[in-house]
């Protein structure tokens, strides 16, 4: 009884969670204007998503600045990121809790302030705001986040491995691409990951550090389009897509990792 | 470079520019006039402005209510989850966490839409339902990955003892699982409060919070009074921050 009540909870609060969801997916076989207004079963949202969005209404566009962006960003924070955990580590005392203090601002930062603290630089140093900027922007607020990935990696190693790597005669670079590098390599491509999936996610820093250029990603694009009153209806398989590769990913990771807990105990 | 501690130099001048400066220009651009002369009338302004001191109060009680709201309902559902009697599958638990990594817009947009199709006025009510729906998971996560790290002998040992499931629950598991409620406060409490956008789609621009007001101050180049707006914000940021840590410490 106690069980089936619990279970009940779960269920009623997941499909609470995902109605929008499921809502918006079923919409997006049907060819109304009007989210909501079911004209019969049609895949003609997806063909214009695929073959037509780019011409008329710069919905390409966006998703292409958005993964420029993102991989941008997610690159160069995990080199910034790395780098930067390789020297926290060896620090102590004060300069250390120092720098771990300001690596956590963006982290705890709202959004909003991150973004006009960053349009407020932009302005002040007389940058012109547009790509740069938000690459910028988004290298900011993803890198803190590769620290925190690479850093449990880095302890977990061998703390002399670079000077041993040395002693043994291997150059500097050496050292550092054959011996210490992968053994980061876990860590910073969780890092990567998780840079990329928040750049992509983001609004509020692109939003206020974009300028006025007309420089679009799939959020302010969304943002702009929804303030015109009424969403484009390529934007539901859209969402529909996105949501299905997130929940695919997920639930093969799951998968495995349960695979792999029963096999470790078997 | 012998030592590996010069590393730190790009990341200390890149913290410096793009973080402890900004910071520093919300300051100073907070407390100057147009014109770049010092002045306190940015804040005074605000604080005789009725209109901005009542959706500063309201931004406050929506993200208190969505964060109260979100431990009623997120709590329960975290306990099953992490819970001895529930088949512990990974899957469940991920499908709960699974919003959180679909873009907030599209799914505020999708809520709004939902809404909308079955005849409900946006308004307050919608705003906090969709608030809530938004930031759940968030509350969820840090509480569901505490109780199921938690060891379950301090709940046994209670129970041998002769506490009642109700004495276990309110006396041994909710003070251990305290930080992690604060985590999920703090996960919650701080977008929420500091919320824009998401605001405007679920009321349909009938309610503004004060991430509206940031974002339209600055977005018509009143930089002065837009970054005060965001000092105010900050300090709200960074005492949320202090209470929680004190509450975390406390345990």
């Known amino acids: 009884m106690k069980k089936l009540l619990c279970k009940t909870y779960l269920a009623i609060l997941l499909l609470l969670l995902y109605a929008p969801i499921i809502f918006i997916g079923v919409f997006s076989f049907t060819e109304s204007k009007v989210l909501g207004n079911w004209t019969g079963f049609s895949t003609e949202l997806y063909e214009n998503l695929f073959f037509e969005a780019g011409s008329g209404n710069g919905l390409l566009r966006a998703i292409e600045n958005t993964f420029i962006i993102a991989l941008a960003a997610a690159f160069a924070s995990t080199i910034l990121g790395t780098v930067a955990a390789m020297g926290l580590k060896n620090l102590k005392g004060y300069k250390r809790r120092a720098m771990q203090f300001m690596n956590n601002i963006p982290m705890i930062n709202p959004d909003i302030i991150t973004g006009v603290s960053l349009f407020l630089l932009f302005l002040f140093l007389h940058v012109t705001q547009g790509y740069v900027s938000v690459i910028l922007a988004h290298i900011t607020f993803c890198t803190p986040y590769v620290v925190l990935s690479v850093m449990p990696q880095l302890i977990q190693m061998e703390p002399n491995t670079y000077e041993v790597a040395l002693d043994l005669g291997a150059r500097p670079s050496q050292a550092l691409w054959k011996v210490v590098i992968p053994q980061l390599k876990g860590g910073m491509i969780s890092g990567f990951i998780l840079a990329f999936t928040m750049s992509l996610d983001d609004f509020a820093v692109t939003f206020f550090t974009r300028g006025t250029i007309g420089l679009e990603t799939l959020s302010t694009y969304i943002y702009a389009d929804a303030r015109k009153g009424g969403l484009t209806p390529e934007l539901r398989p859209l969402m529909t897509l996105i949501f299905l590769v997130v929940l695919i990913l997920l639930l093969v990771r799951n998968i495995r990792i349960n695979r792999n807990t029963t096999k470790a105990k078997a | ?251």
């Open chain 2, 1 to 251: 470079m012998t030592k590996k501690a010069s590393w730190n130099l790009p990341y200390f001048i890149f913290l410096m520019i793009f973080v402890a400066l900004p910071l520093v220009l919300i300051l100073i651009y907070a407390l100057q006039d147009g014109q770049g002369h010092f002045t306190l009338s940015t804040i005074t302004r605000f604080f005789s402005d009725g209109d901005s001191l009542a959706t500063f109060a309201l931004s406050l009680e929506i993200a208190i209510e969505t964060t109260i709201l979100c431990i009623l309902i997120g709590y329960p559902a975290a306990w099953i989850l992490a819970g001895r009697s529930f088949n512990k599958s990974a899957v469940t638990a991920a499908l709960f966490i699974l919003p959180m990594w679909v873009n907030a817009l599209m799914r505020t947009l999708a809520t709004a839409e939902l809404f909308n199709m079955l005849g409900i006025g946006l308004g307050k009510g919608t705003l906090l339902c969709g608030m809530v729906y938004d930031y759940l998971p968030f509350m969820i996560y840090p509480i569901y990955v505490s109780l199921s790290k938690m060891d379950k002998s301090y709940a046994d040992v209670a129970e041998d003892l002769g506490a009642t499931p109700f004495q276990v629950f309110f006396k041994v598991t909710l003070p251990l699982s305290k930080p992690a409620i604060w985590s999920g406060i703090l996960m919650v409490f701080m977008p929420t409060v500091s919320t824009f956008a998401i605001s405007e789609f679920l009321t349909n621009n009938k309610i503004k919070l004060f991430g509206t007001i940031i974002q339209e101050n600055i977005n018509s180049s009143m930089w002065n009074y837009g970054a005060a707006l965001s000092l105010l914000m900050l300090v709200i940021i960074c005492l949320t921050k202090v209470l929680s840590e004190d509450e975390k410490v406390a345990v």
